[in-house]
């Protein structure tokens, strides 16, 4: 069965920088990985991919601020966020899939919020 576990969310001013972790089990197949985030009543929005060959893209609104990582070793993915702003204040969730040439994103987790407030 596969998870993904997020973690490392929070309240922090705006300006402060998190962390978040996304642990994978269950699935050694999953070539493309991903944080999304959805702040309430808007729709969820792509933040950043990675694949195996770590190859990455950003969302305009986070370039030059977040970075995402991977540890293949621990199957782990992460996203480094700085210089947050109250914008940003969201359900991040992390995403798994085989290809990043796929449409869909096969494999969610339950989520970790993040809070920046101004």
């Known amino acids: 069965q596969v998870q993904l576990v997020e973690s490392g969310g929070g309240s922090v001013q705006a300006g402060g920088a998190l962390r978040l972790s996304c642990a994978l089990s269950?699935?050694?197949?999953?070539?493309?990985m991903g944080w999304f985030r959805q702040a309430p009543m808007k729709e969820r929005e792509g933040v950043a991919t990675?694949?195996?060959?770590?190859?990455?893209s950003y969302a305009d609104s986070v370039k030059g601020r977040f970075i995402i990582s991977q540890d293949n070793a621990k199957s782990t993915l992460y996203l480094q966020m700085n210089s947050l702003k109250p914008e940003d204040t969201a359900m991040y969730y992390c995403?798994?899939?085989?290809?990043?040439?796929?449409?869909?994103?096969?494999?969610w987790g339950q989520g970790t919020q993040v809070t920046v407030s101004s």
């Open positions: 269950g699935d050694p197949y999953s070539r493309c």
């Open positions: 990675i694949d195996s060959d770590v190859r990455t």
């Open positions: 995403a798994a899939k085989s290809s990043c040439d796929r449409r869909d994103f096969a494999y």
